[in-house]
């Protein structure tokens, strides 16, 4: 299955060493994602330890993650730290429409958008933030000072917004394969 990542370079000067966090901080966010969610990791154990100690052994580094949502198929990247946005940790939610559908202005893809950004604003928390793009639902990043009931309810929401995209998506292609079927 292909993926759509979207990278950025961070120039070293603007990172910010609060961001970072020691080893126990990184194992406990982990381990609460695989507790509080259904989200399954597409790492074994020794990839996990792998990249705390990539994120905690250097300031030039930071640690990747994948999850997948077995009901939605969208892909959760946990990234730590976030140093372009001073933030201990942040995660992306992916879920595509289709992959061959680009960021192309239009009135289909714009209405797209938008019916998603609002999905996404409906389940805001503090920590949540949209993002408009057919891939990409929203950023949620991770203070160091994190609220845990605020952590929960953000991975709460992340869970929402997945599931009411996709129904979004099913309920574009029933419409198609109606129309198709006639």
């Given at each position: 299955m292909k993926r759509l990542f979207s990278r950025s370079v961070v120039a070293?000067?603007?990172?910010?060493?609060?961001?970072?966090?020691?080893?126990?901080?990184?194992?406990?966010?982990?381990?609460?994602?695989?507790?509080?969610?259904?989200?399954?990791?597409?790492?074994?154990?020794?990839?996990?330890?792998?990249?705390?100690?990539?994120?905690?052994?250097?300031?030039?580094?930071?640690?990747?993650?994948?999850?997948?949502?077995?009901?939605?198929?969208?892909?959760?990247?946990?990234?730590?730290?976030?140093?372009?946005?001073?933030?201990?940790?942040?995660?992306?939610?992916?879920?595509?429409?289709?992959?061959?559908?680009?960021?192309?202005?239009?009135?289909?893809?714009?209405?797209?958008?938008?019916?998603?950004?609002s999905i996404v604003d409906a389940h805001r928390t503090p920590y949540v933030e949209p993002i408009a793009d057919p891939s990409l639902l929203l950023r949620a990043t991770v203070p160091s000072e994190y609220d845990e009931t605020t952590l929960w309810q953000t991975l709460e929401a992340m869970d929402a917004v997945a599931a009411e995209t996709d129904e979004l998506h099913a309920s574009l292609f029933d419409v198609l394969e109606t129309v198709a079927d006639e």
């Open positions: 070293i000067d603007t990172m910010t060493r609060p961001a970072q966090q020691h080893r126990e901080f990184y194992q406990t966010l982990v381990d609460i994602i695989r507790s509080r969610t259904s989200w399954t990791l597409e790492s074994d154990r020794t990839r996990v330890d792998e990249q705390v100690q990539r994120a905690t052994d250097s300031e030039l580094h930071a640690g990747e993650l994948f999850f997948r949502d077995p009901d939605t198929d969208a892909v959760v990247t946990l990234r730590f730290p976030d140093y372009g946005r001073g933030a201990s940790a942040s995660f992306l939610l992916d879920l595509p429409l289709d992959l061959t559908l680009d960021g192309a202005d239009g009135p289909f893809t714009g209405a797209l958008a938008d019916a998603r950004q």
